[in-house]
């Protein structure tokens, strides 16, 4: 039973953060791309940020939590050894490095030439993220599965 809950809780909150990284990729790049004053640009992107970082960071412990009492209960396979590396690399960017990007990236926002270059690089890095999400999901199915 204690298993059951930690994995709802474990996939609920993967759910929650993954899905808002998708929303973010997918829909809020594409709108912020279309706005031509960077100042506005950066102002529709940190307010989506402020307000999915607070989520994302709750989900990411909840995720690691619960993670751990799995690993109680299930032991450490090859797959949970992937989820444990993108988890580490998405916990360093929300509780540090994001904040020393940002203070780089958005030293100058009046730059409007800058600031398209800026967006379309932190698309193409949500992308990339993405696709490591998809990927530790495949290893937590895989973890659990075989
Ligand atoms: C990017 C972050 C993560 C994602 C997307 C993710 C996703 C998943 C998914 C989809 C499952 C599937 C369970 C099933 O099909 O039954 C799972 C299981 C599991 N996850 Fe994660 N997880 C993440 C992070 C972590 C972390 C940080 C840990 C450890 C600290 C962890 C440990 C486990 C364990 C032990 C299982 C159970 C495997 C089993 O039933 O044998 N996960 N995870």
Do not use: C
């Amino acid at each position: 039973m204690e298993y059951v809950t930690a994995l709802t809780v474990h996939i609920i909150s993967v759910v929650v953060w993954i899905g808002g990284v998708s929303f973010v990729t997918m829909i809020t790049f594409p709108m912020i791309l279309r706005v031509d004053k960077s100042l506005e640009q950066v102002m529709m992107f940190q307010g989506v940020e402020h307000r999915f970082g607070k989520i994302a960071k709750v989900m990411v412990v909840l995720a690691g939590l619960s993670g751990l009492y799995l690993i109680y209960e299930k032991g450490l396979s090859p797959g949970v050894w992937i989820m444990i590396a993108v988890w580490s690399f998405y916990a360093s960017l929300l509780f540090g490095l994001e904040k020393m990007i940002f203070k780089k990236l958005f030293s100058k926002p009046d730059q409007q030439a800058d600031m398209k270059k800026v967006f379309n690089l932190l698309q193409t890095f949500h992308w990339v993220v993405l696709g490591l999400s998809f990927l530790a999901i495949a290893a937590g199915i895989y973890a659990g599965h075989y």
